[in-house]
């Protein structure tokens, strides 16, 4: 007895996998299903007895159907697999409990993220860079609105004390601007 699945079954009759499962539905082959391990596997040699008594002949598709079942699924031994996890390199073998602490890890860290952008107490970088950016521009051009307002006064005024007075409030003004934005 050979078991397959319904779809390499499928691909051995040269149907599509719906077809199979039609097949079984309808009882045509039902007969030939076998349950392993809670898996629906058909036994390929009644399955192709139960189908050429059952069905209506139709014109062969323009592929050929293989005329051999396919391999069957042989499920590894303990030893085998054993065998296979031993003659890999160490890096490649991670602990199940490490890969868990991991991902547990990570979806925490992605679901307190997620809380802060929710929040807005997390934003993404490039509004971020594009808000400094605005914020740098409107204080240079603050600044260099300075030299254009104040020059003429400047010019005028003899007295060390009011160039200071008058340059600092120019500058507050600019700088408050920041602040407000």
Request: aromatic share 4%; proline share 6%.
């Amino acid at each position: 007895m050979t078991l397959v699945t319904k779809s390499a079954y499928a691909r051995a009759r040269g149907v599509s996998p719906a077809a199979v499962t039609t097949a079984i539905k309808s009882g045509r082959i039902k007969a030939a299903v076998v349950t392993q391990r809670g898996k629906e596997l058909l036994d390929f040699d009644k399955a192709e007895e139960l189908w050429e008594r059952n069905t209506q002949q139709q014109p062969q598709p323009a592929r050929e159907r293989t005329a051999k079942p396919p391999a069957p699924l042989v499920q590894p031994t303990d030893q085998q697999l054993q065998a296979f996890i031993q003659g890999l390199p160490e890096d490649q073998i991670p602990d199940l409990n490490d890969s868990r602490a991991r991902r547990e890890h990570y979806l925490a860290e992605k679901a307190r993220l997620d809380a802060l952008q929710g929040r807005k107490e997390l934003l993404p970088a490039d509004q971020v860079k594009a808000e400094a950016f605005n914020l740098a521009r409107g204080l240079r051009d603050g600044l260099m609105r300075v030299a254009d307002r104040l020059a003429p006064t400047l010019a005028a005024t003899a007295d060390a004390r009011q160039v200071h007075h008058l340059l600092m409030e120019e500058i507050r003004v600019a700088l408050r601007s920041l602040g407000d934005a």
